[in-house]
């Protein structure tokens, strides 16, 4: 058996292009991976501790048998680590070795802010440490190696993240891991805009359940609107009719308002994009801060990064990207 | 027969608290009377001419046989001053008199800025012409001239503004000129945020109806929805449950922002009044500019009014007003 001495893999960002939060109720919602990704170095060790760096965050640390011992960041820093810690176990355990590993991470997806940053490093190191150990796993598995381990972390995600960032693309998707893909053949152009608010999708997703609750019959339809957008949109990539799409995102915009999920930064962005000469604008994943995209024609690019940026916030394009979970050569 | 030298009546502006646009799909809306009037003072004239004059809008003119002489706005003014005009004609024909009256128009409602300004002024003209002409009309016939001089050279309105400056109070209304009075004994004490940015009714009517045909399986449950909210607030006002018509009132702001009529303006005073700590804060009437309401804990009123015109509003504390069109001694 040829054993490597490092691999590297990486693994996507992604956005939610329409249905956040209607999802959680049935509801579908089209997801896309974006040219942003985790990457993340694995390399044996010569003893059986698991060493997990990540340079971006500013956090380090070992792994033992008796627990966690920090390197850098302090006790927080077994929390952000933990579900890459699980991630290699569970590539361990199925090739049945006891070694230890360092994993290297660099990250240029921004944190906490609806990306899907922590399931693009959590994929990348289960590729790369499976692939150290000379096992192929299949997409399935790298899949449920990330839900896993995100899971037993940060509770019970919906499974977009682990989804979209192991297979990429655009991908139509249902609650209950249930997911096509949508065929673009075109690029898709974007401008995200980060508040830089940090936030909590458990709570948001918690809000608007209560909201649900007390308003059953104003949410439903609403909810029910928020399915019926992705039908329309999903037509209208088939079709690259932007004027359509950009229309459906605002709808699809104002109805995360209407159940309670937009800040006054998300709005002033959403309008500076919109009025800069964007297609369409809105808030993109849980909301309560994070980030909004904008479409927006290839013309006015410049004008509506700028306008995000004069807005406070902090501008990127980004575009599709086909490619999920991988090995770098 | 007794003749007075001159009389003097008064109007209340309005605001919508609920349902605007929807309410043009079927749906029923919550409309409220406040405290600023137009006020309309007639005299007789010796010749038959109308002479018009609205001190505020600086339009003046004379209505003759052969057409209209400005005094002050030019030809623009004829255009304004019309619905008057008709309005003191349709009560000339009812006591079936051909005299000359001059009209003396104050009011202290923004225009163009949804809060019927135009229909104040037109029902309080037919009030004080009636009762000059020693003739008291029914309510109902207040509204019927007001109803049928806006129609004439405005098109057709939903009639929510006649019906509301002629009843006063706070009005459950549903298309086709049906209401029923909702009983609010207590104040409700709002805040309104004027962008004074001018805009059409009519215009904004025809680009939510574009959506709607566009879109019906998206746009339809969002008028349901609508109509829901509504349901919901009148349950809320009967029992003064300010927190619930705080966030019916910024459910209903979002579902507005859904079919394409708030404005950057509009979000900025609206999120500035909710930050500030108002109950919750919508934009009313067309959208488009015009203005934004906000309800608010008495605690907070100052803070709401000074964060409105922070915002770049020009804000004015309000009350329900349970006088609709009447004499003023």
């Given at each position: 058996m040829h054993l490597l001495n490092e691999v590297t893999a990486s693994a996507p960002a992604k956005i939610i292009l329409f249905g956040e939060h209607f999802v959680v109720y049935g509801e579908p919602a089209?997801?896309?991976?974006?040219?942003?990704?985790?990457?993340?170095?694995?390399?044996?060790?010569?003893?059986?501790?698991?060493?997990?760096?990540?340079?971006?965050?500013?956090?380090?640390?070992?792994?033992?048998?008796?627990?966690?011992?920090?390197?850098?960041?302090g006790q927080n820093a077994e929390l952000k680590l933990k579900p890459i810690k699980v991630a290699v176990q569970k590539v361990l355990e199925r090739v049945r070795k006891s070694v230890g590993v360092n994993v290297e991470i660099r990250s240029s997806i921004p944190v906490a802010a609806g990306l899907g940053s922590s399931a693009a490093v959590v994929a990348a190191v289960a590729k790369a440490s499976s692939h150290l150990l000379n096992m192929e796993l299949s997409k399935e598995n790298i899949f449920n190696i990330t839900f896993e381990s995100e899971r037993l972390v940060h509770g019970t995600p919906s499974g977009i993240d682990p989804?979209?960032?192991?297979?990429?693309?655009?991908?139509?998707?249902?609650?209950?891991?249930?997911?096509?893909?949508?065929d673009v053949k075109k690029?898709?152009?974007?401008?995200?805009?980060?508040?830089?608010?940090?936030?909590?999708?458990?709570?948001?997703?918690?809000?608007?359940?209560?909201?649900?609750?007390?308003?059953?019959?104003?949410?439903?339809?609403?909810?029910?609107?928020?399915?019926?957008?992705?039908?329309?949109?999903v037509n209208a990539l088939e079709n690259y009719d932007f004027t359509k799409l950009g229309e459906l995102m605002n709808i699809n915009h104002a109805l995360l308002c209407a159940i309670g999920v937009s800040t006054a930064p998300l709005e002033k962005l959403v309008y500076a994009a919109r009025e800069a000469g964007a297609y369409g604008a809105k808030?993109?994943?849980?909301?309560?801060?994070?980030?909004?995209?904008?479409?927006?024609?290839?013309?006015?690019?410049?004008?509506v990064y700028e306008a995000i940026e004069k807005a406070g916030g902090k501008a990127f394009a980004v575009k599709k990207s086909d490619e999920g979970v991988k090995i770098e050569d």
């Open positions: 089209v997801v896309l991976a974006i040219d942003k990704r985790a990457y993340a170095s694995v390399k044996m060790r010569s003893d059986s501790k698991i060493y997990i760096n990540s340079a971006d965050l500013e956090i380090s640390g070992y792994f033992e048998k008796n627990g966690f011992i920090a390197e850098r960041g989804t979209i960032t192991t297979y990429g693309g655009v991908l139509l998707f249902r609650k209950g891991k249930v997911f096509t893909r949508i690029d898709i152009p974007l401008i995200i805009g980060n508040t830089e608010a940090e936030r909590s999708t458990g709570g948001l997703v918690s809000i608007v359940r209560q909201m649900q609750e007390k308003y059953p019959s104003i949410i439903n339809p609403i909810i029910k609107a928020g399915g019926k957008i992705v039908f329309n949109a808030l993109t994943g849980a909301g309560g801060g994070g980030c909004m995209i904008a479409l927006s024609p290839p013309k006015r690019t410049k004008q």
